[in-house]
């Protein structure tokens, strides 16, 4: 569950204009290399069908996508430059998610893992509310509703297994600079998990009485960094849920397939690269994490 | 070879006043829980005995460490805060490092294993004029000679085989962001082997056909950064020595090693922490890296 939008991009690359986005859009595309997937979130009736049969063809069933008549689709613009750390958001027309109430369809409703994509943290909690307890859940956030809706998000917390977000987001929203402290005290407020990504310099995990740390995948050129987080996010669940486990040593891998997945997302505009992507390649650039990581 | 100092710090944990420091001091502590370490350096006639006896204690030898009568230390002073991220200088007394003139001794001249430690490049140049070739030599730099003299430092490294610098260096010494195509410049003046030292997101390796990223050892308390990038450069070249072998899998192992030693020194003001540092911690250390980084 998350957002699909239609994305408006410029990066030193180039530019892009509408095309396919969303957190939930990567979330599933990344997901869908290692399990069905079922898609909750809303288009307006701008949506093309083109974006949905490609979705469709991923083995991500839309059950759960409203198509609002009358509406139109919630969409990003926005640029990178320099060293594409940081998207500067341009315009962001709500749209069709300014009053989004989740239907979520009878066959979902007994989810074995979830993943909340970053979305307004009530809709997150008005899901949770819908839905039985999935045996691991996930829910991810952005700057925005830390801070304008942090007490929502700790009500989200309660109710999830694992709690993903980037380094600046963790150190905004538990006022902790240090990643340690930072992780300790959110898991405070709920989760077992908490799962750091951290760009350039990889992505770390801490649970209760472990940490582990990936570095980044070194990349020579970056196209468009939009979706990394979320294809990251993506292939951590759809691991997971292939592999039926939340052992620890499983979480590593999901988090190394996810670092995988985001690795090509960057490679393309939009969801471009991840059109082509083959699993092959996926399981390939896992082998080279193995070889980049080992002594 | 490199500087001996007494340095004045200030971080957010407190401060101390003319502690042994120097990036030579730092470096031969780090190497010799692997290795006995030959110092070449000068002070000045103030150099305090006990700090001497200190590091003959470590079965560092001192007949390369010159002192100068009516001579002043090198002196650096300086502050941290915040993160602890950046050094922030507020005075240096260059002293006796200004007309420094390195004499090898004759039981130096054939050494086995050299590190240029960071110091004037003319310097390094000198000291390799004095030297036969060892087995495997690494230079190291700093932001201050970058600016100041590239062209004595590309001179130098066209006899290295590694290069060893923090990541903003590489950046500035290189021309490119980008830290794969940075390396890669850096190796067309010489060196097979660009270590790149990352702060808080590790350190990585570049070799001609391989990369090696290593994530930071993940730590609570950080009291003062100082000789943190000298100790992981010690740490690395008395591994390698060890070993007496400049293998790929001995040099990621090295680069472990000298993280361990790094994530302890940063633990203390000055060398502090080095001082009761036992060898079994720091293989402890080792082990914790490994359950840190397996997946």
Redesign the interface.
């Known amino acids: 569950m998350g957002s699909v939008a239609l994305d408006s991009i410029e990066s030193p690359s180039g530019k892009r204009e509408n095309i396919l986005g969303g957190s939930a859009t990567y979330l599933s595309l990344a997901a869908s290399y290692f399990s069905p997937v079922n898609l909750v979130s809303v288009v307006g009736s701008d949506f093309p069908d083109s974006h949905l049969e490609f979705l469709r063809e991923r083995n991500i069933d839309l059950k759960g996508l409203i198509i609002k008549e009358d509406s139109k689709t919630f969409r990003w613009q926005g640029y990178y430059e320099?060293?594409l750390n940081e998207a500067h958001t341009i315009k962001t027309e709500v749209n069709v998610l300014a009053d989004f109430k989740p239907e979520i369809p009878q066959e979902y409703q007994d989810p074995d893992y979830l993943f909340l994509a970053n979305i307004n943290p009530d809709i997150q909690s008005e899901v949770l509310r819908q839905l039985k307890k999935a045996k691991f859940t996930v829910c991810d956030t952005m700057n925005y509703w830390i801070t304008q809706k942090p007490e929502s998000i700790k009500k989200v917390l309660t109710k999830v297994d694992a709690f993903m977000l980037n380094e600046t987001e963790l150190r905004q929203f538990s006022g902790e600079?240090?990643?340690?402290?930072a992780a300790k005290k959110v898991m405070g407020f709920g989760p077992g998990v908490v799962v750091v990504k951290?760009g350039?310099?990889?992505a770390?995990m801490f649970t209760g009485n472990?940490?582990?740390?990936?570095?980044?995948y070194?990349?020579?050129?970056i196209i468009d960094p939009t979706g990394a987080g979320d294809s990251f996010g993506g292939g951590f669940i759809g691991y997971i849920c292939r592999q039926d486990s939340t052992e620890e040593?499983i979480l590593?891998?999901a988090?190394?397939y996810g670092s995988a997945i985001a690795s090509f997302d960057v490679g393309g505009f939009g969801t471009e690269r991840l059109k082509d992507l083959k699993f092959e390649e996926v399981e390939k650039r896992y082998q080279e994490?193995k070889?980049?990581?080992?002594?």
């Open positions: 320099g060293a600079f240090n990643l340690l402290k951290r350039d310099s990889g770390m472990s940490v582990f740390s990936l570095p980044a070194p990349l020579k050129t040593r590593r891998k988090m190394v994490f070889k980049l990581t080992d002594f």
